[in-house]
């Protein structure tokens, strides 16, 4: 992390002393918003995503970004899957890796401390920055994923709307409800140093899981009808659990295929047009086994599981389905990923 604006190696424990994870929050919270007093207003060019494919919460702002059609309006860097002292890095000769577009920097830390000469605080991705004054606007991925979606409908080429009317207590209530126990959760139960603290984080974790899947036998989508923000912040958690929340943080209970519902929901958001192009499993897998020495010490990459996304999902007899654009999108494959 940085401590003002300098690297330490030293400086972040992420356990408290009972052995619970705590996860800090980010620093930077201001917000682009279409009014024509904001500081950041949303015009297309203006701002730049720093992103991995590896991070569930960078995954958040990739997949937004897709379905509301901002890749022409929103540029993007993709770091390196492989965190290690040094932290997010740019490697772009590796593949699915860029370089940093904006300023050419080694690691995203030199970001940081542009943006803010003496910041303290861990180094994160997503990061949205604005290229007019030259600082990071945001870095807390639902903030990120929120401004995308509500924000840019003027310079965005579809007209997806993941926070609508009539639906968006629900969503705020389904996005509230599965942070802690799911998205959090597997790392609750993967950093944990004491049994108690582990056991806790598996129990509400799986406890969790069980509910939602019975919600989702009579629901196509966690908020009814209609893809919102709350199916993409829990697609990012359930996509990368069989291949290494299960295995590598030991949430093991069992597999999101062994569900009856969440499975095929899974299946259902990966064929949504725009989604499957944001995951990249070789740089999840990279990441989590190769990034965390303290839970895999050996940095060996876990081989399976070979899961079958593309499997037919059956969920279309339930009522509602993609929106309309990335329908008529995935017919001209006028859509791309990052």
Not at 221 to 238: N, V, W
Not at 265 to 280: F, K, S
Request: glycine residues 4%; aromatic residues 12%; proline residues 6%.
């Amino acid at each position: 992390m940085l401590v003002d604006g300098e690297w330490r190696t030293d400086a972040y424990e992420s356990t408290d002393d009972d052995g619970s994870f705590e996860r800090q929050t980010t620093p930077f919270r201001d917000e682009v918003r279409d009014d024509p007093d904001a500081r950041f207003r949303p015009e297309a060019g203006r701002y730049h995503l720093y992103a991995s494919y590896a991070c569930p919460w960078a995954h958040r702002t990739l997949i937004t970004r897709a379905l509301k059609g901002l890749e022409d309006a929103i540029s993007v860097s993709i770091v390196d899957p492989y965190r290690d002292a040094d932290g997010w890095q740019f490697t772009p000769d590796k593949e699915g890796c860029t370089r940093d577009h904006r300023h050419d920097a080694d690691f995203l830390r030199e970001l940081y401390v542009r943006a803010d000469p003496d910041a303290t605080c861990r180094v994160t991705v997503p990061v949205l920055w604005d290229t007019e004054e030259e600082t990071i606007v945001n870095n807390e991925s639902a903030e990120i994923m929120r401004m995308l979606d509500t924000e840019f409908d003027d310079v965005a080429s579809r007209d997806v709307d993941l926070y609508p009317e009539g639906y968006r207590d629900e969503v705020d209530r389904v996005i509230d409800d599965i942070y802690e126990p799911i998205n959090n959760g597997v790392y609750r139960a993967g950093f944990a140093t004491e049994q108690g603290p582990y056991d806790e984080a598996v129990d509400d974790l799986f406890s969790a899981l069980d509910r939602w899947d019975e919600v989702l036998a009579d629901r196509r989508y966690l908020a009814g009808d209609r893809l919102t923000e709350a199916d993409i912040a829990m697609f990012t958690t359930l996509v990368r659990f069989d291949t290494v929340y299960h295995t590598h943080f030991m949430c093991n209970v069992q597999y999101i295929r062994e569900y009856d519902n969440l499975w095929p929901y899974l299946r259902d958001l990966y064929q949504t047009p725009g989604v499957a192009g944001t995951v990249n499993m070789a740089h999840i897998k990279e990441h989590y086994y190769t990034t965390h020495p303290d839970v895999n010490p050996h940095r060996i990459v876990a081989r399976g599981p070979d899961l079958d996304f593309e499997a037919p999902h059956d969920r279309d007899d339930r009522p509602g389905g993609p929106p309309s654009d990335l329908v008529a999108a995935a017919r001209t494959d006028d859509y791309s990923s990052p």
